[in-house]
C-alpha cells in the first residue's frame, strides 16, 4: 500500500470533584497519510453531557497541517445542528453550511495567505496543531494568527461556519507519560493567549502528543469551569 493509517479511540473524563473520573464522552479516529503526504482525519465525536453532542469530522491536511478542505455534521440535544463543507485556498476560504437555527449559510472569506489551522473540535486534532510550533526555538511560547474554528464554542457545540481567531502554543518539553494505549516519549504543550479571540476566553489546556514527525495525541486536560480529562485508550497502526 502506498498510504498508512492509524486508528485510535480517546476516552473523555471529567476532573470535577462531583464526578470524578466519570466517563463524559469518546472519540474514535483515523489518520491516512497518502503517498503525497496528504494526511486524512476522519472523527467520530460523542459528548454526553447535556446537550450532548455528537459530530462527525472528515478533514483534509497537507503535510504542515495547514487545511485543504473539511466536512462537519452535528447534532445537538439529539437534533440536527447543522452540516458543512469548507475549502481552503491560497487567497480565500470557502464554506458552504446549512445550521437548523439560520438555515443556508455561504461563506468566501478573503484571506491575506493560506490558513494555517482549521480546527473543527475533534480531540486528535488539537495535537497535530502543535506542528505549528517550531522546535528548533526550544521551549517557549510562539503566538499563531491567521487561524480558523468551525464553531467559536468551545465544546463546537454551532455552526458549521468559519469563525476567524488566533493563539498561542507554548512548548514546556520533553516527557515520558504512561496512558491507558501505552508509554509513549511525549511533547507537552500548553494552549494559551485566547483572550480576545473568542467569545469567551479558553480554560487552561495542556497536551501531550508522540515525541515524533506523527503528533498522535496522548492526553490532555481542560482546567477552569470544564476541568475535562482526555486520554488515548486504544492505538492500532496499519
Known amino acids: 500500500m502506498s498510504h498508512k493509517t492509524v486508528h485510535g479511540k480517546i476516552l473523555y473524563t471529567s476532573k470535577k470533584p462531583e464526578r470524578m473520573n466519570e466517563e463524559r464522552g469518546r472519540e474514535w479516529f483515523s489518520l491516512t497519510t497518502q503517498a503525497d503526504k496528504t494526511l486524512v482525519m476522519h472523527a467520530h465525536c460523542e459528548?454526553?453531557?447535556?446537550?450532548?453532542?455528537?459530530?462527525?469530522?472528515?478533514?483534509?491536511?497537507?503535510?504542515?497541517?495547514?487545511?485543504?478542505?473539511?466536512?462537519?455534521?452535528?447534532?445537538?440535544?439529539?437534533?440536527?445542528?447543522?452540516?458543512?463543507?469548507?475549502?481552503?485556498?491560497?487567497?480565500?476560504v470557502i464554506c458552504e453550511s446549512h445550521n437548523a437555527s439560520a438555515g443556508r449559510i455561504h461563506q468566501d472569506i478573503k484571506v491575506p495567505a493560506p490558513v494555517k489551522w482549521f480546527q473543527a473540535h475533534p480531540i486528535v486534532g488539537d495535537a497535530l496543531l502543535m506542528k505549528l510550533y517550531d522546535l528548533s526555538q526550544g521551549p517557549g511560547k510562539q503566538f499563531f494568527d491567521n487561524l480558523m474554528l468551525s464553531s467559536p464554542d468551545h465544546r463546537g457545540a454551532t455552526?458549521?461556519?468559519?469563525?476567524?481567531?488566533?493563539?498561542?502554543?507554548?512548548?514546556?518539553?520533553?516527557?515520558?507519560?504512561?496512558?491507558?494505549?501505552?508509554?509513549?516519549?511525549?511533547?507537552?504543550?500548553?494552549?494559551?493567549?485566547t483572550a480576545g479571540n473568542l467569545p469567551e476566553e479558553h480554560p487552561p489546556y495542556n497536551l501531550w502528543c508522540t515525541a515524533d514527525d506523527a503528533y498522535l495525541f496522548l492526553r490532555a486536560g481542560v482546567a477552569g469551569y470544564m476541568q475535562t480529562h482526555y486520554e488515548l485508550v486504544e492505538l492500532r497502526r496499519g
Open 159 to 193: 455552526g458549521p461556519e468559519i469563525f476567524q481567531t488566533g493563539f498561542g502554543i507554548r512548548y514546556v518539553g520533553k516527557e515520558r507519560i504512561t496512558v491507558v494505549a501505552g508509554t509513549f516519549d511525549a511533547r507537552h504543550f500548553q494552549l494559551v493567549d
Open 47 to 92: 459528548i454526553d453531557d447535556a446537550p450532548n453532542v455528537v459530530r462527525d469530522v472528515v478533514l483534509a491536511m497537507d503535510k504542515n497541517s495547514r487545511p485543504i478542505d473539511c466536512s462537519v455534521r452535528i447534532s445537538v440535544g439529539d437534533k440536527y445542528e447543522g452540516s458543512g463543507w469548507f475549502q481552503f485556498n491560497d487567497n480565500n
